[in-house]
């Protein structure tokens, strides 16, 4: 297990000299009522007292009631400012204009919310000269699992060399509410949905394949494949004469 302590004045330091360096006046991040955005959004008030985040509901009944309640408890307890941008209305009308040229499928409609929190995130920010805080952990990003320039957009991201389960240990030392902690991962994309439910494989394997290297033969497979798959989510994107540009 990691020294949280340590880990917490690292992270805390790092946040500080990164706001400092870039002159910005603050810190947003989207709070989703989820372990990460927990810990992101704690972290970030612990290095900078100007954090706001930010709860955007967008269609998910969940998202109104479960998600939004976990994070206020997570913004109440340890003081963070919290603004809530309601997202619904912005996705109907951008389905509804996207709709006149094709037809979207379950993939571009689930993917609509987290690009529309990104974007909102980023149009307050500039309003504000804040910097944006990533959510995503360790095994997220191996697998990819994260929406390209919605939720793995960000302009620094505290938490991204912690696995799932370290995330969890974080918050137990930070004293998070229970109920985060707790509660089965969810990206909150639509009713019902979970994490594991929906990659097939339990983030307890992702970690132990991504820290040791072990895995049953069927958790490889699923595990490997979506890294391969995802590559180029974690890359910028490829751009013609690279070379002469750098």
Request: hydrophobic letters at 35%; a negative charge; proline letters at 3%.
């Amino acid at each position: 297990m990691r020294d949280y302590k340590y880990e917490t004045e690292q992270r805390v330091e790092f946040i500080k000299d990164l706001v400092s360096k870039t002159g910005s006046n603050g810190i947003i991040f989207g709070n989703s009522g989820g372990k990460d955005s927990a810990l992101v959004g704690i972290l970030c008030k612990l290095a900078c007292d100007n954090t706001v985040g930010v709860i955007m509901p967008c269609d998910s009944k969940r998202n109104y009631e479960e998600d939004a309640d976990h994070g206020n408890l997570v913004a109440e307890q340890f003081k963070i400012e919290t603004r809530t941008v309601d997202l619904t209305e912005v996705k109907k009308s951008l389905i509804g204009a996207v709709s006149s040229v094709t037809e979207l499928n379950r993939s571009a409609d689930i993917n609509i919310p987290p690009r529309l929190r990104m974007t909102t995130l980023y149009s307050i920010a500039a309003a504000e000269g804040r910097l944006v805080a990533g959510t995503g952990n360790r095994s997220e990003i191996y697998m990819g699992y994260f929406t390209k320039w919605g939720d793995g957009a960000c302009d620094f991201n505290p938490i991204a060399d912690l696995t799932a389960g370290e995330v969890f240990e974080f918050l137990r030392y930070l004293d998070a509410p229970k109920e985060i902690i707790e509660k089965a991962p969810s990206a909150g994309l639509y009713e019902g949905q979970t994490d594991e439910a929906d990659m097939g494989v339990t983030y307890n394997a992702i970690d132990e394949y991504i820290l040791n290297g072990n895995a049953h033969a069927h958790d490889a497979e699923i595990i490997r494949r979506y890294h391969s798959g995802s590559e180029h989510k974690r890359r910028m994107p490829l751009w013609y004469g690279w070379d002469e540009l750098d």
